[in-house]
């Protein structure tokens, strides 16, 4: 199974981010559990939430005001939108993936597979 990131680049402060997790290589994204985690530079990863098909979407203490997660399942993606984009939100944003009701993972960065990650700049 092979997770690929899209979507990053620069982004003004003020706007929404869009990014897209494709999974390739293996079963519908429904049958995964698929996370998204970014990392800023000098600074440890940070869960941003998760979605599954049993549980549902889950997100962070610290995302759940500006973050959205859904599945795009005819696409085989799972997206991610941020609104509100501010410098501090720049970084490497991946997704990780574990099998069905794996999102119980997500908090401690347990997935089982990861996507290379995709670069995010918000200018201050």
């Known amino acids: 199974v092979q997770l690929v990131e899209s979507g990053g680049g620069l982004v003004q402060p003020g706007d929404t981010l869009r990014l897209s997790c494709v999974v390739r290589g293996g079963f519908g994204v429904d049958l995964y559990s698929i996370g998204w985690f970014r990392q800023a530079t000098g600074k440890e990863r940070e869960p941003i939430g998760c979605?599954?098909?049993?549980?549902?979407?889950h997100y962070s203490e610290a995302a759940k005001n500006r973050f959205s997660i859904s599945a795009n399942i005819p696409e085989n993606t799972v997206d991610l939108q941020m609104i509100n984009a501010r410098p501090e939100d720049a970084g490497t944003y991946y997704c990780g993936g574990a099998g069905p009701a794996g999102c119980i993972k997500y908090e401690k960065l347990g997935m089982d597979f990861w996507g290379e990650g995709t670069v995010v700049t918000v200018p201050s």
């Open positions: 979605i599954d098909s049993s549980t549902g979407v």
